[in-house]
């Protein structure tokens, strides 16, 4: 190994170190005050909106959607990289900006795509696990397995055995993240192939960025699709700590878990239909809809009639509703517009815009649902199934892919700044009963 030091990690290092030092005196001085108070209904409902993680990388506003170092996607848009005259951002600019909090260089950026493409080397190991998978595998399953094949490489499960100092943890969950990322994308893509098109698998090409290089593997080369990738893998890459699979993620790497095992917790997690796998849900409604209607182009007032249906059957809206947004997801409108910008008419995407006039209106007048309006998941299946990509199974591979920038920037964080082991304090009902009663009791003796 070189003793001289990557342009980023030189960068991070000095980041961290400043930023620790921060920290430790902000702790000194103010580790005792409250920046929040928990409800038992907080307690009991998932820890909705409870003040207990530091992540670096982004921040999810209620009103203003995701902000990825202090930028909304809009402006990442307009600030980040492109590439060929593309109007998309390329995804490697927003690695850069959430490990350093910079708005790289054309030239860093060169460096990292450069850097990536030299470190995505698969071990043969990993094609011999995948392939001993059963086709009829979710790819999602498959994914996860191939991430844990892939921690034989895991530079920090090496250096620890060896007696790592707990100094240099960030340097080697540094090294394991940039050599993951760009091997996801070929595993991801080794996944579709195999699943879908008969086994039969396409070289990189190495003069592609990576999210058109991704993109090129799949089998899909139209300049549209590579930039719905470079799109799709900037929007979908981090959403704060809070969420199932960056909160695994999180939670397990605390532990010292290297990134690898790490990432693959994160990937069970996004796995459920409550989280990354709504993206699927969406589509298969859709196509569903489509079925029971007879048409791709149903009226506002049939697709009305099916959501009232699916409500009534005591079922969900698929892509409708987040935990913490309360407006409509400004990753979806940035879907919206993409189609508006590179499709002209497609009774799919249209179909979800309909939607979007219909479903809102429909959740408020429930009168219970605090967020009507559409999250991510409700617009990127009418994308992919646009460019020809109908695998609706295969689409949270993708939505991991793009994961694995926010959250394995943001484990780098977490190492650099020492974040202990998660260990919160659970309580039984007994002791909510024995509460309320003792409370009750100190009221009526105080009143």
Not at 29 to 43: A, I, M
Request: aromatic share 10%; charged share 20%; with cysteine.
């Amino acid at each position: 190994m070189s003793n001289t030091m990557d342009p980023l990690k030189s960068k991070f290092r000095q980041k961290a170190a400043d930023l620790n030092a921060e920290m430790k005196t902000i702790l000194k001085l103010h580790s005792e005050v409250k920046v929040d108070e928990v409800t038992l209904g907080q307690v009991t409902g998932g820890a909705r909106g409870i003040m207990m993680m530091l992540w670096e990388t982004s921040e999810l506003d209620a009103m203003e959607g995701i902000r990825f170092r202090g930028f909304s996607i809009p402006q990442l848009q307009a600030q980040l990289p492109r590439i060929n005259g593309s109007q998309e951002p390329l995804p490697e600019g927003l690695f850069w900006l959430m490990l350093t909090g910079e708005i790289p260089t054309e030239g860093e950026i060169q460096w990292l795509a450069d850097e990536w493409e030299r470190r995505a080397i698969m071990p043969s190991n990993v094609y011999q696990v995948m392939d001993a998978l059963p086709l009829t595998m979710h790819p999602m399953t498959q994914f996860s397995i191939g991430i844990l094949a892939l921690q034989t490489e895991s530079i920090f499960a090496k250096r620890y055995e060896d007696g790592m100092h707990k100094a240099d943890y960030w340097d080697a969950t540094y090294e394991d993240a940039m050599n993951l990322i760009p091997r996801l994308s070929k595993l991801a893509a080794y996944i579709y192939r195999r699943t879908f098109k008969g086994n039969v698998h396409i070289a990189p090409n190495n003069n592609l960025d990576w999210a058109a290089n991704f993109a090129h593997m799949l089998g899909y080369d139209a300049e549209d699709f590579r930039n719905l990738m470079r799109l799709y893998l900037t929007i979908h890459a981090d959403h704060e700590g809070g969420n199932a699979s960056a909160h695994t993620s999180y939670l397990v790497n605390s532990t010292l878990s290297d990134p690898y095992l790490s990432y693959a917790a994160a990937m069970n997690a996004l796995a459920g239909p409550l989280h990354g796998l709504a993206n699927q849900e969406v589509i298969k409604w859709i196509f569903e809809m489509v079925e029971k209607i007879g048409t791709r182009q149903p009226t506002t007032a049939q697709i009305e009639q099916y959501v009232k249906d699916t409500i009534a059957a005591g079922q969900v809206i698929p892509g409708y509703g987040h935990a913490v947004l309360r407006q409509p997801d400004p990753r979806f409108m940035a879907q919206k517009a993409f189609a508006e910008k590179y499709i002209e008419d497609d009774d799919v995407v249209n179909i979800v815009w309909k939607v979007f006039d219909v479903v809102p209106p429909i959740l408020q007048s429930l009168g219970k649902v605090k967020n009507p309006w559409p999250n991510v998941d409700a617009h990127s299946g009418a994308l992919l199934v646009h460019y020809g990509m109908t695998e609706y199974d295969y689409y949270t591979v993708l939505f991991g892919v793009s994961r694995a920038l926010g959250v394995m920037a943001a484990t780098c964080w977490s190492r650099a700044l020492g974040i202990p082991l998660e260990r919160p304090k659970s309580i039984t009902s007994d002791w909510i009963k024995s509460f309320l009663s003792e409370r009750q009791a100190t009221s009526v003796t105080q009143n």
